[in-house]
T-cell receptor
Framework: EPEVTQTPSHQVTQMGQEVILRCVPISNHLYFYWYRQILGQKVEFLVSFYNNEISEKSEIFDDQFSVERPDGSNFTLKIRSTKLEDSAMYFC???????????FGNGTRLTVT | AQKVTQAQTEISVVEKEDVTLDCVYETRDTTYYLFWYKQPPSGELVFLIRRNSFDEQNEISGRYSWNFQKSTSSFNFTITASQVVDSAVYFCALSEAGTGNQFYFGTGTSLTVIP
C-alpha cells in the first residue's frame, strides 16, 4: 500500500539554524499538509497546500516557515531560523481528494538545542 | 471555538472491558466528514475510519464500532473487549466541504488498557 514518507526521522539542530524537513506524499494525492505535535500534546495544524499554493495556514506558520513542492513529488517544510519552541514531531500528510482521509508519514522529530 | 471536542483526556480500563471514546463536533456545513485516528506509543498516526455527513449508519469493524449521531453532533468510538494493544491516543477529526479540505483535530483521548 502506498505511503507517505518523511526524512529524516530525527533532526537535531542548533537554535538559529535553518532546517528543511522532507516529505514524499502519495503520488495521486492532491492535498498536502504539515502538522506538528509537541511531545504529549495535541496535533497542531501548520499549513495546507493545494494546486501548487498554500490554501490555509495557522498562526503558528509565521514568516519563519515556508513550504515548497519543487518537483511534483517532494513536499518540504523549511524553518528559517529555528527556536527552542520549534522542537516537536512534524508530520506530513496527504489526501487524495476533498473528504478523503489524511494519510500521515511517520514524522520527523526535530530537536532544537 | 473548538470544532472538535474530546472531553475525555485520559481513560484507563482493565483488559477485556468495553470502552467508549466520546467526540463532539461543531459545524454549519451540511457536507462534512468525520474521522478517527490512532496514535500508538510508537508515535505514528493511523487512520481508522471515515464517515460522511449523509451516512448515519453505524459501523462495526471487529472489536471497533462507531456511533454517528447528527442529532447530538457526536461520533463516538467504542472498543469492545479491550486489549493491551489498544493502548494509544485516539484523535477525532472533522473536515468540512466548504473549507478546502481543512481538517480539525480534537485534543485526543489517551487510553490505557491495563492487563
Amino acid at each position: 500500500e502506498p505511503e507517505v514518507t518523511q526524512t529524516p526521522s530525527h533532526q537535531v539542530t542548533q537554535m538559529g539554524q535553518e532546517v528543511i524537513l522532507r516529505c514524499v506524499p502519495i503520488s495521486n494525492h492532491l492535498y498536502f499538509y504539515w502538522y506538528r505535535q509537541i511531545l504529549g500534546q495535541k496535533v497542531e495544524f501548520l499549513v495546507s497546500f493545494y494546486n501548487n499554493e498554500i490554501s490555509e495556514k495557522s498562526e503558528i506558520f509565521d514568516d519563519q516557515f515556508s513550504v515548497e513542492r519543487p518537483d511534483g513529488s517532494n513536499f518540504t517544510l523549511k524553518i528559517r531560523s529555528t527556536k527552542l519552541e520549534d522542537s516537536a514531531m512534524y508530520f506530513c500528510a496527504s489526501s487524495e481528494r476533498q473528504g478523503s482521509p489524511l494519510h500521515f508519514g511517520n514524522g520527523t522529530r526535530l530537536t532544537v538545542t | 471555538a473548538q470544532k472538535v471536542t474530546q472531553a475525555q483526556t485520559e481513560i484507563s480500563v482493565v483488559e477485556k472491558e468495553d470502552v467508549t471514546l466520546d467526540c463532539v463536533y461543531e459545524t454549519r456545513d451540511t457536507t462534512y466528514y468525520l474521522f478517527w485516528y490512532k496514535q500508538p506509543p510508537s508515535g505514528e498516526l493511523v487512520f481508522l475510519i471515515r464517515r460522511n455527513s449523509f451516512d448515519e449508519q453505524n459501523e462495526i469493524s471487529g472489536r471497533y464500532s462507531w456511533n454517528f449521531q447528527k442529532s447530538t453532533s457526536s461520533f463516538n468510538f467504542t472498543i469492545t473487549a479491550s486489549q493491551v494493544v489498544d493502548s494509544a491516543v485516539y484523535f477525532c477529526a472533522l473536515s468540512e466541504a466548504g473549507t478546502g479540505n481543512q481538517f480539525y483535530f480534537g485534543t485526543g483521548t489517551s487510553l490505557t488498557v491495563i492487563p
